[in-house]
C-alpha cells in the first residue's frame, strides 16, 4: 500500500494535486505532508485529482477536510477530481459532497476554482 503525490502549478493561483493509489491510516500522513506544504507556501486554492485512488478511509476524507478548513481560513477552495463510483459514494455517504466540489474533470474542478 503506497500513495504517490504530485503536485503541478497552473499559470492561475490554483495548484493540482494528483493522488495515486490508497489513501489509509498508513498514508495519510504523506497527503497531509504535501498539503500543509502547499498551504504554508500560500497556495490556497486547490484541485485534488482523486482519479487514480483505489481507497480512501475516514483517516484520509480527515486529511482533505483539514486542507479544506485551512485553505477557507485564507478565502481558498479544495475542489476534487473523481469518476470512481466507490470513492464517490464514500463521499454522498459521509454528506462531504456537501461541502467539496466533485468534479468529473480537472477543467471543470479548475473552472470552479476560479
Known amino acids: 500500500m503506497d500513495i504517490k503525490v504530485n503536485v503541478r ?3 492561475g493561483e490554483t495548484n493540482i ?8 491510516v498508513y498514508t495519510s500522513p504523506k497527503v497531509k505532508d504535501a498539503l500543509g506544504e502547499l498551504i504554508d507556501r500560500g497556495v490556497y486554492n486547490l484541485v485534488i485529482d482523486l482519479e487514480k485512488v483505489r481507497y480512501i478511509d475516514s483517516t484520509g476524507l480527515g486529511v482533505l477536510i483539514g ?7 485564507h478565502g481558498g477552495t479544495v475542489n476534487l ?3 470512481n463510483p466507490q470513492i464517490k459514494k464514500i463521499f454522498d455517504i459521509t454528506g462531504l459532497v456537501k461541502i467539496f466540489g466533485i468534479y468529473d474533470s480537472e477543467d471543470a474542478a479548475m473552472k470552479a476554482s476560479v
Not at 494535486?17 to 489509509?24: K, S, Y
Not at 486542507?67 to 481560513?73: F, I, N, T
Open 9 to 11: 502549478e497552473t499559470d
Open 17 to 24: 494535486v494528483e493522488l495515486a493509489g490508497e489513501i489509509d
Open 67 to 73: 486542507g479544506l478548513k485551512r485553505v477557507r481560513e
Open 81 to 83: 477530481v473523481c469518476t
